[in-house]
């Protein structure tokens, strides 16, 4: 069974730094791109930022390029996320995703909650 | 960047009843869609993707169809546990983005 794990949420200062992680299992990791996607409080979906499958490739939106980091460690199953200079509107859930080959997003974990706020 | 359009935003609907969503692209996006439901607890799981490929495990009263910028999901019989929220994704260009939902709601 596919299984997603996210942690390293919490109340952050805005302009301070924040580090996800992803605990992947049930599925061979280094397989799959990995991908971070986001949700403000009673908004919609935001996609954040993707991984190839060796690390070497990323993608980020406008929103987070510069502030946001993506990684992940093939030999440990984990996808992260540093964040950088956050600002109040990075409040959100962050969901970790599998992503099939840049397009759809078929495993998603639980999601951890993140906050900015002084 | 391309928008999605998701309409209606909240949609009023009876278990057996059948519904469409509907998701417009602001630019032609090839069949790239894709159609998530969310759980009030905040579950997310994919639905059909390509336009109208359904996800495996996905129960068949689900579908999709579209090309251009108009793409819709049909559900052809309400089941109780269909009441969520429902959301579109392109992926023809990145950034990849979401339309911004649909909140399927009992009647």
């Known amino acids: 069974e596919v299984q997603l794990v996210e942690s390293g949420g919490g109340l952050v200062q805005p302009g301070r730094s924040l580090k996800l992680s992803c605990a992947a299992s049930?599925?061979?990791?280094?397989?799959?791109?990995m991908a971070w996607v986001r949700q403000a409080p009673k908004k919609g979906l935001e996609w954040v930022a993707t991984i190839s499958t060796s690390g070497s490739r990323t993608y980020y939106p406008d929103s987070v390029k510069g502030r946001f980091t993506i990684s992940r460690d093939n030999a440990k199953s984990s996808l992260y996320l540093q964040m950088n200079s956050l600002k109040s509107e990075d409040t959100a859930t962050y969901y970790c995703?599998?992503?099939?080959?840049?397009?759809?997003?078929?495993?998603w974990g639980q999601g951890v909650m993140v906050t900015v706020s002084s | 960047d391309i928008q999605m359009t998701q309409t209606p935003s909240s949609m009023p609907a009876s278990l057996g009843e059948r519904v469409t969503i509907s998701c417009r692209a602001s630019q032609g996006i090839s069949n790239y869609l894709n159609w998530y439901q969310q759980k009030p607890d905040g579950t997310i799981k994919p639905l059909i993707y390509y336009t109208s490929n359904l996800q495996s495990g996905v129960p068949s009263r689900f579908s999709g169809s579209g090309s251009g910028t108009d793409y819709s999901l049909t559900i052809s019989s309400l089941e109780p546990e269909d009441f969520a929220m429902y959301y579109c994704q392109q992926y023809d260009s990145s950034p990849w983005t979401f339309g911004g939902g649909t909140k399927l709601e009992l009647k």
């Open positions: 049930g599925f061979t990791f280094s397989n799959y791109y």
């Open positions: 995703a599998r992503q099939v080959a840049g397009s759809y997003f078929d495993y």
